[in-house]
Structures are given as C-alpha cells and as structure tokens.
Antibody, heavy 119, light 108 residues
C-alpha cells in the first residue's frame, strides 16, 4: 500500500490550493478515505472523510464550507480543494486509508504535504 | 463532540522501563479507541486498535487496555526506537474521529 500526497506549498491568506493523494497497492474504490492535518509542532486534527463511492462526505467544523473532499476512483486519487485559506490552515496534510474491523482506524497514511498560508 | 485527553503530556523514561500512558474520553466510547505512534518527520503509525488489539507487525511489548471512558497504553520494556509521540484516537463517532493531544516520550 502506498499513499503519496502532492500539491502543498505556500499560499497567501484568502487563496486556494488543491491537494492530491495518489493511492496504490489496494483496491482504492472500496475504501473510505480521510484527510488529517497537523500544524507544525502540534497534534493531529481530523479534516474530512469521503465514502468509498463518493456518496457521503463529512467535514470538521473548522473547514466546513471552505474545503471540499473528492475522489476519482478511475485514477485511484483522492483530492482536497481548499479555499479561503487562513494562517490557521498551515499544517502538514495527510491522507489516510480507513479500515474497519472490530473498530475503525487508519491503517495506512501518506507521508504528508505541507501547506503554508502566509503573506 | 467527544473530547479526548491524554496524560501525561510528556514523559521521561529510560531504556528498559515500563511506561504507561492514559487516555480519557469525555463520554462512553466502548472499545472504539486506537493508539498511534509518531516519530519526528514521519506519519503516524497504528499500534493498537479497538482498545487492546495489536496491529500486525507491532512488537508485543506494546499493549492496550480499557473500555468506556478510560484507556491505557503500556510499553512493557522501553526500547530506543520507542521514543516518540503517542496519540489516542476515538473511532466511536464515525467518521469524525478525534485525537488526544499527544504524549511525548523522551529519553531520561
């Protein structure tokens, strides 16, 4: 299993950025996927979830209305469109594969991509 | 929203020590509690899922226990590669998981 994020960088406040997560090594179209972020030196914060078929999406209150999660199962790719960015969105963004057995947890993570919001 | 709190926030220990980290949920989450280890510059890695189940490939010196609101992660004999930050995560409110604030385990 491999998850590779891309698309991070430096953006001005109020700007937009689109992150991608390329998945391989598993049947991407059968697993829900999440975005989790971590501000430098801080803890982990769940950002968004998308169901395996894209039919259900959930967002943290901190990003609702500004971020949009999506996926292209034909290309094994997960996306996060981020608009109206503020300094509080500066973080490493990880995509994570979601697995459920007796409980649900993230069994694989990408390496992360850094988003810096600064003027 | 379910809040997760870990204690201590940081911990100094020596190789060979037995270490215990505690995680408390703000409401009953049954056994829907996972533990992750994160080393600097890398993504988190799951150690324990469903409170007490060892993820494949994780050394048996790691163990988890608890249910309801109180949980513990124990490292029976600390090894040099175990110095890292540990996070608990509730997976009761699918899919809006929340994490504890983390416990940084440092070498004494």
């Amino acid at each position: 299993v491999q998850l590779v994020e891309s698309g991070g960088g430096v953006v001005q406040p109020g700007g937009s950025l689109r992150l991608s997560c390329a998945a391989s090594g598993f049947t991407f179209s059968t697993y829900g996927m999440h975005w989790v972020r971590q501000a430098p030196g801080k803890g982990l914060e769940w950002v968004a979830f998308i169901r395996y078929d894209g039919s259900n999406k959930n967002y943290a209150d901190s990003v609702k209305g500004r971020f949009t999660i999506s996926r292209d199962n034909s290309k094994n790719t997960l996306f996060l469109q981020m608009n109206s960015l503020t300094a509080e969105d500066t973080a490493f963004y990880y995509c994570a594969k979601y697995f459920c057995s007796t409980s649900c947890y993230y069994d694989y993570w990408g390496q992360g991509t850094l988003v810096t919001v600064s003027s | 929203d379910i809040q997760m709190s870990q204690s201590p926030s940081s911990l100094s220990a020596s190789v060979g020590d037995r270490v215990t980290i505690t995680c408390r949920a703000s409401q009953n989450i049954s056994s829907h509690l996972n533990w992750y280890q994160q080393k600097p510059g890398t993504a988190p890695k799951v150690l324990i899922y469903a409170a007490s189940n060892l993820q494949s490939g994780v050394p048996s010196r790691f163990s988890g226990s608890g249910s309801g609101t109180d949980f513990t992660l124990t490292i029976s004999s600390l090894q040099p590669e175990d110095f890292a930050t540990y996070y608990c995560q509730q997976s009761y409110t699918i899919p809006q998981f929340t994490f504890g604030q983390g416990t940084k385990l440092e070498m004494k």
